[in-house]
């Protein structure tokens, strides 16, 4: 049975979180919103605990998951010290929605966690409702999104709901979650030799390359994902997973100029639609109206990839819902957000993608 506490109001009281935090000590499967997406948290210190979520998600062992904490303090007992850099941007974007990857303390976390890596990501979230939850269970608690394997990440209670319902303990239900894609994953180098230091971006995510870059003068930022040389970039080894797919093939249509895409879009939708397929297309608010297709979504407005973002996961959910089969999405601009926008979309198209 899986259970369902509500926890959406202003004025949440640490009392209400007691039934789903004993659950996480005691061992159990708790979904939580998170200000990036929905986590599937269980005690991080628990090898059967935290077994149960790969078997929840139906997750590849070899993936390791993301430990979230609710202060600082908690973080010595876990990892190795941060160094100045590092120090720098958890006084930056610490809650929120940036993940450290650093050389973990053997003997505390299960070696489930970190998939044999000797390295954790680590995290502490920005919403009122995990860190409570957070404080009141009193553990580090492993979390990776609350979907099952390869479908797009929750980002409300329903999603959690439809993928994972009767094989978790409970769901808290706090709302729609705010920022809509995951954190971004990043792993800083220290210095070797003549060598400067290294941020890499391991999986690109809430926080951009562009603040990272504005937070660390003088400290290359490197995107994993962009680097020619794949020797010189660490990955997060969830990136090589199918990921975020909805059930229809999908395909990303990418162009300089608007009008080409858009009659690209269409030449494929009609194409579709002529053998048959139920077809869907993925575009924005500025360019609804000028496509025909039996679903046509809307994710926020190009002239405010936040609002992207925010939709993106509900509207490939919404192709499935619809059963499409043959799914067409217009590409958005790279730029700040837009980079992890972009990362998605190409995992979910599986790198189907069409320039014009
Ligand atoms: O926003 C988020 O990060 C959400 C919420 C729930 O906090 N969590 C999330 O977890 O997205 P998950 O498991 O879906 O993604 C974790 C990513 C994977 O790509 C994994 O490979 C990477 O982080 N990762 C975790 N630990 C790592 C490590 N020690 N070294 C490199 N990559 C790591
Ligand atoms: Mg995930």
Redesign the pocket.
Known sequence: MTKLWKATGDDLELEELTEPARILREGGLIAFP????????ADARQTDAVNKIFMAKG?PSD??????IANRSQMAGLAAPPDETVSRLLDLFWPG?L?V?LP?KPGVLSPL???G?S???L?M?DHPV?LQLLRAAGCPVA?????SSGRP?PTTAAHVYDDLAGRIDGIVDGGATG?G???T?V?YTAPIGDGGGVLHI??P??VSAEQLIMALPGIEVREASVHPDSSLA??????KYAHYAPRGAMTLVQGSAPEQVLARLQRELDQAHARGERTGVLTYREHADALRADTVVACGSLGDLESVAHGLYAALRQFDEAGADFIVAEACPESGIGAAIMNRLRKAAANRIIHV
């Open positions: 998170t200000e990036t997406v929905y986590g599937l948290g997750r993936n390791p998951l993301i430990v979230h929605p993940t990857v973990i966690v970190t998939a890596l390295t954790v990501g995290r979230p995990a979390a990776p999104s609350a979907n990440s920022v894609l995951e954190s994953v792993e391991l999986r995510g809430g660490p990955r997060a080894p969830g990136m």
